[in-house]
């Protein structure tokens, strides 16, 4: 599997292929359209992510000492960045997610092209994966 | 009033956002300020800094004479009976709370009940519900139909003996419909219940005599109504503010003070603690002689050729639900919230956003009312005097290729 830097440098590929905003949400409905289906009975309360306008729902698991990453929400562009989230971090061991710095989500211009009540939700989705890392190192 | 001056007037209409002309359609959030209100607030700030009522000086006394002098243009503005009915505050969601602790500790008992209507923003819910737990009151709701029109019919069965106030708002933050408080009163009354009206909405689109709705107490905000943010308005019947209590302690609101005990100032300085908001009250004078000059028969047709474009062009759009179609058009004002089937709220409001856009998108503080209409949230348009019916196509345009991009 590659590494999260090697994951990072293609998703800041991809998304840097877009000049337009549009077309960024564009890309980003497409990834969320993509996004693996997340069951229906793990949408639960305490996977929902807070702090977001959509619901967003998280769960997490261990295999061979990997941590994997499942997501939906009820919108679709949020959905996108979450998948984004998940193609750079799932798959990777606790240790390493816990020790990346996450800036990657800056250099693509999301944050700050997010208002404040969103740019939480999406810090909420970062803490929310940086917690499962930590709990699980 | 000419559209493109009135334009002029607002400045903030000029700016750009990701290199479009802003179409600023938030104006139920917060109204846009004219070049008047921007003036009246530099003035204060730059001339008049100083403290109201106390000083001697010729700076605080010109300082205390704008403020009063719009506490007198807000009077007559809804039609009080004095200046001294009008308690300034912070804030439509200010007055509200203060209304609710003063009437929490004189003109409620244990086991007394309030009657909500079921469209409030959470500012006319959560004071009360605060109460109730304080006071052990019971709180009811009077309910809206699926047109979004509160049950006036069944009214009379919510009334009993113990509804000592009923809190409804003149316009729904989120359904946009003119409320028949008139007939709400007269029930009210009829029972010995006092009446809130939250005028929030209804102050910025509808003429208001608070006489003539035969209301008891009536709140709203500055800052959608042009003034500056930080301001708010309560208004009471002189006999019953005079029976309330102090709200906080401090400031203005003192009659003496003494260590043996403290008698509190007249109605509305009582209300009044601690150093006002000097730099901004003052504005709300001029922002209410604009809404003045605003009433006019061009204006109101532009007003009501905005609600029939809208209520057209939306439910003509596929799988688009409109919350608040009331039995008459004329009891809309051009504020529109809606669903839409496989596009969700928030995904519409980030790609209006990118197109130049704003609108809201959530729950609008008004939770209970999403629960009512089985949503999770919706997106609201919500216009101005200075939006064009240009805007509205735009709006319409750019909703239908968002619904696009998501539905694709």
Redesign the interface.
């Known amino acids: 599997m590659n590494s999260i830097e090697d994951a990072k440098r293609q998703v800041e590929e991809d998304f840097g292929m877009y000049e337009q905003w549009l077309d960024k949400y564009e890309y980003l409905i497409d990834l969320g359209k993509d996004l693996e289906p997340f069951p229906e009975e793990l949408k639960t309360e305490d996977r929902l992510i807070k702090g977001c306008q959509s619901r967003v729902w998280l769960d997490s698991r261990i295999e061979d000492g990997r941590l994997f990453f499942r997501a939906d929400s009820d919108a679709i562009i949020t959905k996108g960045i979450i998948s984004l989230l998940i193609s750079v971090y799932s798959g990777h061991t606790p240790a390493e997610i816990a020790a990346d710095d996450f800036g990657f989500i800056e250099r693509i211009g999301l944050r700050e092209n997010l208002s404040p009540t969103r740019a939480n939700g999406l810090l909420s989705m970062i803490q929310t994966i940086r917690r499962e890392a930590e709990a699980n190192v | 009033m000419d559209i493109a001056l009135l334009r002029k007037e607002f400045p903030q209409l000029q700016e750009t956002v990701?290199g479009r002309p802003l179409v600023y359609l938030d104006n139920a959030a917060t109204s846009l300020r004219p070049r008047s209100v921007i003036a009246k607030w530099d003035e204060m700030s730059s001339r008049y800094s100083a403290n109201l009522h106390r000083a001697v000086h010729y700076t605080a006394n010109v300082a205390t004479e704008e403020f009063e002098s719009a506490r007198a243009a807000v009077a007559a503005f809804i039609g009080a009976s004095d200046p001294s009915e009008v308690v300034f505050t912070s804030g439509t969601t200010q007055s509200i709370n203060l209304l609710a602790f003063c009437l929490g500790e004189s003109l409620v008992e244990e086991g007394d009940e309030i009657l909500i209507a079921e469209c409030e923003h959470h500012s006319d819910i959560v004071p009360w519900q605060l109460l109730a737990e304080r006071k052990n009151l019971k709180i009811k709701v009077l309910p809206v139909d699926e047109r979004g029109e509160l049950r006036i019919d069944i009214l009379p069965s919510l009334l009993s003996p113990r509804t000592r106030l009923c809190c409804v708002a003149q316009v729904s933050n989120v359904l946009g419909i003119v409320n028949p408080v008139k007939e709400i009163a007269r029930f009210c009354h009829d029972n010995g219940t006092l009446l809130l009206v939250d005028g929030a909405q209804g102050v910025v689109h509808c003429k208001t005599d608070v006489k003539a709705l035969d209301c008891d107490f009536y709140a709203f905000s500055g800052h959608k109504i042009y003034a500056a943010p930080g301001t708010g308005v309560l208004w009471g019947r002189k006999a019953l503010l005079d029976k309330l209590p102090p709200y906080m302690g401090g400031g203005e609101m003192i009659g003496t003070v003494k260590w043996a005990g403290s008698t509190y100032a007249e109605v509305p300085y009582r209300f009044e603690a601690g150093t006002q908001n000097i730099a901004a009250v003052p504005t709300l004078k001029p922002a209410l002689q604009l809404v003045q000059s605003l009433d006019t028969k061009e204006d109101n047709e532009r007003s009501r050729e905005v609600v029939d474009f809208l209520f057209d062009g939306l439910q003509a759009v596929d799988g688009l639900h409109i919350f608040g179609n009331p039995r008459r058009r004329g009891d809309k004002i051009p504020l529109f919230s809606f669903a839409v089937d496989g596009a969700?709220h928030?995904?519409l409001a980030?790609?209006l956003?990118?197109?130049g856009i704003a609108v809201r998108?959530?729950q609008m503080c008004a939770e209970p009312l999403m629960d009512r209409c089985g949503v999770?949230?919706m997106l609201r348009a919500s216009f101005a005097p200075y939006n064009t019916i240009d805007e509205a196509r735009y709006l319409l345009e750019s909703l239908r290729k968002a619904i696009n991009?998501?539905r694709?």
Request: hydrophobic letters at 30%; a negative charge.
């Open positions: 990701y969700h928030e995904d980030l790609i956003d990118k197109m998108s959530g999770t949230g991009m998501l694709g």
